[in-house]
């Protein structure tokens, strides 16, 4: 079955300090891999996606993503984590056998600490 | 700029009344998702549109109804909304259901009160 782990629903970092939001899926098939952000009484924003080819991925406003298939892992990071980072992230997944649908994990709440 | 448009952002509307949200798209795209979403949790897809074809998840109530009468627009109907209808309703797209193509675009969402 299809599924996706985050660990920590929520994260507290320092600002200049290492983000670290981690991602586990479970997929039959070759995962298409996603990071939304979602700001208070937003709609969710696509930070980056893994679909094919490179492993690891660039996003918006500094952030990236490596897919380790060995490991099941798409983690999001960002070296130096500024204020306007607090929200909430979600990593989702899809793939070629779900019709379109995405399947995600439960969030992580992000605090940035001056 | 091409985009998800929700109107309204904030809908109250009293317990039992019938409501409808709206979605509308500017990006061409043939699949139109609805979601829910509720406090500190993920989004939970209600139904979705593949062109005119329906898909509603197996556990969406039947309360929850919608409508897509052309490529740019979509409604969600919520035919006697309870205080636990109280949600964000998100409006997504995207170009495709397969390959590379299901990467959905969100609209800023509705934030639905029942009183």
């Known amino acids: 079955a299809q599924s996706v782990t985050q660990l920590g629903s929520h994260v507290s970092v320092s600002e200049g300090a290492l983000v670290l939001l981690r991602c586990n899926y479970s997929s039959s098939v070759p995962p298409y891999l996603f990071w939304y952000v979602q700001y208070p009484n937003q709609g969710l924003q696509l930070l980056l996606k893994?679909?094919?080819?490179?492993?690891l991925v660039k996003g918006i406003n500094g952030f990236e993503a490596e897919f380790k298939k060995s490991e099941t892992s798409f983690h999001l990071t960002k070296p130096s984590a500024h204020m306007s980072d607090a929200a909430e992230y979600f990593c989702a997944l899809g793939g070629r056998n779900q019709g379109g649908k995405l399947i995600f994990g439960q969030g992580t709440e992000l605090s940035v600490k001056p | 700029d091409a985009m998800v448009i929700q109107n309204p952002r904030y809908q109250v509307t009293q317990f039992g009344k019938p409501v409808t949200l709206s979605c509308s798209q500017t990006l061409n795209h043939n699949v139109m998702y609805w979601y829910q979403q509720k406090s500190s949790q993920a989004p939970k897809l209600l139904f979705h549109?593949?062109?005119?074809?329906?898909?509603n998840e197996a556990d969406t109530p039947d309360n929850f109804q919608s409508r897509r009468p052309n490529t740019s627009f979509c409604f969600l109907d919520i035919r006697s909304p309870g205080l636990g209808d109280a949600a964000m309703y998100l409006c997504?797209?995207?170009?495709?259901?397969?390959?590379?193509?299901?990467?959905?675009?969100f609209g800023p969402g509705t934030r639905l009160t029942v009183l």
């Open positions: 893994y679909t094919t080819g490179a492993t």
């Open positions: 549109y593949y062109d005119k074809d329906f898909n």
């Open positions: 997504a797209t995207s170009r495709d259901r397969g390959g590379t193509y299901n990467e959905q675009f």
